[in-house]
């Protein structure tokens, strides 16, 4: 079962990566209003209401329905892109407003990842080998801290380290080292993430 959980881990990472390839900063900011707007509201009172219904109706702990809540809250982007584009409504005002909370889900997806391992239940009893971590026996505070401050240097390393490597692979003109490259990256990110005992996901 470990072994099963760990391909879908990989598998998610890979949908992860798809996905941050066609998020472009420029379009990003020009969407911004959008994004912030139809996209925070729809995350933020979806899962509120779903968060809300599961604590009326279930015996759940209140981390478990709020991460429930979170979960229902996000939708597949591949899903929805590939619906908009076959009834014609990508180019539509709604189609770009669906874009805009797609966009949102996916960015969200960071900071969910980061807040699950806070929600965790203490009575939930799991293995040894998935607590045994660099941040197991820390406080949450800060597990959180570390969480926050390993993010902050990934983005960094991949503004400052990334992109002169990457320059410098283009000119080799080898396709396969780039991307033996870029596979590298994402697996040692997730690598990391695995260390500090977060989903490698969250890489």
Not at 80 to 106: C, H, M, P, W, Y
Not at 114 to 134: G, H, K, N, R, W
């Amino acid at each position: 079962q470990t072994d099963v959980m760990h391909f879908a881990e990989y598998g998610v990472i890979m949908m992860l990566f798809l996905i941050g390839l066609e998020l472009v900063p420029r379009r990003l900011w020009q969407m911004r209003k959008a994004i912030l707007g139809l996209g925070g509201l729809q995350v933020g009172v979806t899962s509120l209401l779903i968060w809300l219904l599961m604590l009326a109706l279930t015996d759940n702990a209140w981390q478990t329905s709020l991460a429930i809540g979170f979960a229902l809250a996000l939708s597949s982007t591949a899903i929805v892109l590939q619906s908009l584009n076959e009834k014609g409504l990508i180019k539509t005002q709604a189609g770009r407003n669906a874009f805009s909370v797609l966009l949102f889900q996916d960015i969200a997806v960071i900071p969910i990842l980061a807040i699950f391992p806070l929600l965790a239940v203490s009575t939930i009893v799991v293995s040894d080998e998935l607590t045994d971590s660099f941040i197991s026996n820390l406080p949450a505070w800060s597990q959180l801290l570390v969480t926050l401050l390993s993010i902050t240097g990934i983005i960094l390393a991949g503004r400052f380290l990334s992109s002169p490597i990457f320059r410098f692979i283009a000119d080799t003109r080898l396709r396969e080292l780039f991307t033996a490259v870029a596979l590298l990256i994402v697996l040692a990110i997730a690598g990391l993430m695995t260390f500090i005992g977060l989903s490698p996901a969250l890489g």
